[in-house]
Every structure is written in structure tokens, then in C-alpha cells.
């Protein structure tokens, strides 16, 4: 079935590059730029209206960081003006909050919005690997969409040359097994791997083994299987605890 508890809990962290030198100051922007809808105890950020928390670690600027975007703001297009603005960081927010539902994935993308309204410059998905602007971040965040979530939480397709495995990355993060092809182009992968995330995330279906997919009535057929050695096993944030389909082509489309 589609629906599932993980093996174990999911996370979802996002990395935060701020400008402000002293988390002092970023505590009082926070309030002063959200309506008091949120505030800092400690080491959670909290929802004063929903009283959701989630963890928040502040740390020193971290050489790396401009690199990292680059490679995670691909899909996004990051441009390298905007990059010179991430590597001119002063301190970094790491925000952490459990994951495995619509609900708990938006409250958590709010949760950003809040310290990007107030000198955040942008977002970049540890448990995802995807990178955005803060303007790109706030405006999808805001929004309560389930296909903003699945832009902002889900990289669609990481392509492997050497192997032709195509897959996605991120579905944890909105309560769903992420989905692998074997031996397909990148260009046939892609579409059928947006279509499927898309379908089952807004349409909730209840899918079993064994049964198939296709993008048409007359377009080739997949077989669901429970892919035993996902790509991701073992890779920390990264790994999806619903576990992965793979869709494998049936012969003749029989």
C-alpha cells in the first residue's frame, strides 16, 4: 500500500544563511517582522498560533555554503549574482522538524518564511538536496498547495549514467516512497516519474505490488515493485524510510 508508516521517523532539515551577525538580532527580527506569530525558546523556534516547534541550531558561516548551493540550486537556476550573496553570510540556521505528512511539510516551509522575512537568503533542502532564493522559497511557502510543497521538498529526478537508474529524491518529506526506473533515457524517465510522484501525492491513492502505471491508454506499461536496495539506503537525510517503488517496463506492454 502507498500508505505507510516509515521505519523510522523522518526529518526534514533545511540550512538558512542569514545576514545577521548575532542570533540576538535575528530573535528580534523574527518577532518584529512576523506579527509575533513566532518566537525563539532556546533552541526551537516556535508557532505561537499553532504551537507547533521545531529545532533550530545556529551556527558560524560556513565557507562551503556558496558551493553547496550551486550544486543543490541546479534545478532552480540560481544565478552567480545571487550565489555571491549566499557566500556573503554571517551565521546559518539549520531548521529541523519531523516529517511525513502534508501538514507537518508546510508547517515547517512557514516555519522558513519567517526567518527569510527576517534576513534570511535563502533555502536549501538538506533531506532533498534542492536550493532556493528566499524570494522563490516565500512565495511557494505561502501559499497552501500541495504542489508548492512538492516543488519545494521533492528533487524529481537524479539520473545515474552509469547504471541508467533515473530517480527522485525527497518524498519523505511529504509522506511518500520515492519512485526509481532502470534502463530508461533521462528524457523517457522524466515524465513518468513526474507523473507518478504527482498522481499519487495529490490523488492519495492506495497502491499495491504488482499492479501497473502508465502515462496513457496506449503508452507503455509499469509493473510497482518494492525496490529492495534503493539508491538512497544508507545516506542519511537523504534516505526515505517508506522505502522506493520501481516501475518496471512490462514486455510487449502485456
Not at 513566532?38 to 526551537?44: I, N, Q, R, S, T
Request: hydrophobic letters at 40%.
Amino acid at each position: 500500500m502507498e500508505k505507510e508508516i516509515p521505519k523510522e521517523e523522518n526529518e526534514i532539515v533545511l540550512c538558512i544563511p542569514i545576514t545577521f551577525e548575532t542570533r540576538e538580532e535575528l530573535f528580534a527580527e523574527v518577532i518584529k517582522n512576523n506579527l509575533k506569530d513566532y518566537l525563539f525558546a532556546g533552541m526551537v523556534l516556535m508557532n505561537t498560533q499553532t504551537n507547533e516547534h521545531f529545532g533550530c541550531e545556529i551556527c558560524k558561516r560556513d565557507p562551503r555554503m556558496k558551493k553547496a548551493f550551486e550544486l543543490s540550486g541546479k534545478v532552480n537556476h540560481l544565478s552567480a549574482s545571487y550565489l555571491e550573496e549566499i557566500d556573503a553570510h554571517n551565521l546559518v540556521v539549520y531548521l529541523s522538524g519531523k516529517s511525513g505528512n502534508f501538514e507537518q511539510a508546510h508547517a515547517i516551509a512557514k516555519a522558513a518564511g519567517a526567518i527569510l522575512n527576517s534576513g534570511g537568503i535563502g533555502v536549501k533542502v538538506e533531506s532533498a538536496g534542492k536550493a532556493f532564493t528566499a524570494k522563490k522559497w516565500y512565495s511557494l511557502s505561502r501559499e497552501f498547495d500541495k504542489m508548492n510543497l512538492y516543488e519545494l521538498f521533492v528533487v524529481e529526478t537524479i539520473y545515474d549514467e552509469e547504471t541508467m537508474l533515473t530517480y527522485s529524491c525527497g518524498m519523505h518529506n511529504i509522506g511518500h516512497k520515492d519512485v526509481a526506473i532502470q534502463g530508461e533515457s533521462f528524457t523517457d524517465a522524466y515524465p513518468l516519474i513526474r507523473m507518478f510522484n504527482v498522481f499519487r501525492f495529490v490523488d492519495e491513492p492506495i497502491l499495491n505490488e504488482n499492479e501497473t502505471f502508465s502515462l496513457s491508454m496506449d503508452a507503455d506499461r509499469y509493473r510497482l515493485s518494492n525496490m529492495e536496495n534503493p539508491p538512497t539506503k544508507g545516506e542519511g537525510l537523504f534516505e526515505n524510510q517508506f522505502g522506493f517503488w520501481e516501475l518496471i517496463k512490462l514486455e510487449n506492454n502485456s
